[in-house]
């Protein structure tokens, strides 16, 4: 993708929101082209993305209001 390393500064915000509110970081969906782990660039503040991972994909995303 022409363009790579410009999503970082965009999913800050997520990334922020999720951490204060005690939610799984939802930037860790976000890979890089081989597909396996998320960027260098992104903001994680994580030390397992597979566990981080398995906590969005577990958690109950629809019994938490969506911010506006």
């Known amino acids: 993708m022409a363009g790579a390393g410009v999503l970082g500064p965009m999913l ?10 005690n939610l799984p970081g939802l930037t860790v969906l ?8 998320p960027p260098e660039a992104l ?5 397992d993305v597979n566990a ?4 969005v994909f577990n958690y109950d995303w629809y019994g938490i209001f969506p911010p506006t």
Do not use: K, S, T
């Not at 800050?12 to 509110?21: S, T």
């Not at 976000?30 to 782990?37: A, F, I, K, L, S």
């Not at 981080?52 to 906590?55: A, I, K, L």
């Open 12 to 21: 800050a915000p997520v990334r922020a929101y999720c951490w204060q509110n």
């Open 52 to 55: 981080e991972r398995m906590g």
């Open 30 to 37: 976000v890979v890089r082209n081989d597909g396996q782990v």
């Open 43 to 47: 903001p994680l503040g994580v030390a």
